[in-house]
C-alpha cells in the first residue's frame, strides 16, 4: 500500500511554516526568522563500528567525528534493507519497503519508489525550500524514482548505458578515475554539492534541502587518488581479485578516510557561508558490509542480507538549538523524515511509520518501536542466489523488537533465526527452537505487517543488468571467499 499526496497540502505546510518551532520566535515587529536548512548525508555500505565516534580504533575519520561531537548520536540505528536503492526510499520517505514500493532491482515487485509517495524533497518544495541532490552511484540514479521533489538531481551517470557498463567492467578493479559508467568518486560529487551550496545558500537565498551521497567504500572498483592512497602507504595491486577479504578490510578504512575528507569539504562550505548554525544535518549510511567478519561468521563478505552487520547504520543528527549527546534506544532509518520535518516545525504526512526521535534528542523517554527490514532475494531477478549462502536463497523478513531479532525464511521456515541481541550481539547462536514464543509472536507481527504481501508490478525500462554486475550485485561478484 503507497500513500497518495493530498490535496491542499502545499496550503497546510505554508500555514503550519509560519508557526515553526525551530525558527525561532520573532520579535514584535520584524520579519519572521529564516527556516532552517537541511544537509542530508549518505554514506554507502558503512558500518559504525569502523567510526572513530563510534568506537573503532582504526579509525580514519575526524571530520565525521568532529561532527558527532556536536551531535545526537544514535547508537543502535537500523536499515530497513541491505540494499541502497531500497534503503535509501526508506530514508526519504518515512516508509518500510512494504508500504514505499521499492523493493528490488527488478521482478514480480515493483522495482521504483510509487509515484504517489511523498517524499522529504516533495513536502519541503512545496513549502518553499530549494531542493537538490548530488548522489554518486548507479544504484541511486534516476531510474529508482529517488529523485522525486528535487529541482536539482544529478549523478553523472545519466549518459552512460548497458554498454558502457560492460566495458567498464571488462576494464576491472582499481579505477583512478573520478566518473566511471556506473559511480562518481566523492570529491567529483563534492565539487559539485559546494559549488551549489556557494550559489544557493548564502544569507538572503530561501531555506534549502542539500542531499549528497557517497559510494566510495562501496567497492574498489573505483579508488582514490593513487597519489593519496600511496602517501598513505597503500598501492594498487591489478592482480588482487574483486572478494579478497584481506585488500577489502585494507581498502574499506583508506576509503573511508577518502569519504571523511569529503564530508569535511560540504561541512565547511556550510562554516564559510555562516550557515552551520541555521541547518539540520543528518549523516546516515544506507546499510553495512560484512567484511571478513560477516564471511567468517555467516558466510557472506558484502550486504543485502539481514544480520547486524548488514543493517546497523551509523546516524548522526545535529539540530540547532539541541545539545549534543549519545542515544541508545532502538531507532530507525524510517524516523529520519519525521524527525526533520520536526525539527523544521513541519507536519508528517498521514500514515508515515516512522516517527520523530526529536523529543529523545532533548531528553524525553521513547517508547519502545520495532524495526523492519527485508531482503526479498527470490523475486528480485538480480540476486546472486548462488553465491548467497544457502540457508539465504530465499526471501527474508526481519523484525527486532527489544533483544529480540527474528530473520523469518519464507519458503525454508526449518531455517528461521532467533537471536537474542542482548546476550548473543554477534548473532552467532540461533535459538529459535529455545524460544517458540518469541518466535510465533515476532513471525505474528510480520504477518500482521502486510510484508509478506507482495504485489506483482510492472517492471521498469532501462534497469542497467550491466551497471549492477559492475557494482557487485549480480552474479558471481558477489560470491563468498579469498579468491585471490
Known sequence: MTLPRSPGRVAALAAALLLAPACGPAEPGADAPRPLNVLLVTLDTTRPDRLGCYGYEGATTPHLDALAARSVVFEDAISTAGITPMAHASILTGLNPYRHGLRVFAGDAGNRLAGDVETLATVLADAGWSTAAFVSAY??????????????????????????????????LWRDEALVPTQRRGDATTDLAVDWLRENGGSGAPPWLLWVHYFDVHDYNVVPPEDWSAARGVAYDDSIKRNNPDAREVLY??????????????????????????TVVVVIADHGQGLRDGLERHGWLRHRLLYQWSVRVPLLVTVPGVAPARVDDLVRNIDVFPTVLDALGLPAPAGVEGRSLLPRMRGEPLAPA??????????????????????????LFMVIDGRWKLIQHRAQPENTELFDLAADPLELENVADRHPEERARLEAWIERSGALEIAPGERQDGLDTSSLRELGYTGGDEEPGDDG
Do not use: I, W
Open 253 to 278: 578504512d583508506l576509503e573511508m578516510e577518502f569519504m571523511d575528507e569529503q564530508v569535511g569539504r560540504v561541512l565547511d562550505a556550510l562554516d564559510e557561508l555562516g550557515q552551520r548554525d541555521d
Open 139 to 172: 544504484t541511486v540514479k534516476r531510474t529508482f524514482g529517488l529523485d522525486r521533489g528535487f529541482a536539482e538531481y544529478d549523478s553523472g551517470l545519466e549518459g552512460f548505458d548497458d554498454l558502457n557498463a560492460r566495458e567498464t567492467h571488462e576494464a576491472g
Open 370 to 395: 520495532p524495526a523492519y527490514a527485508d531482503a526479498l532475494n527470490t523475486v528480485d531477478e538480480h540476486a546472486p542466489l548462488k553465491g548467497l549462502p544457502e540457508t539465504c536463497r530465499d526471501d
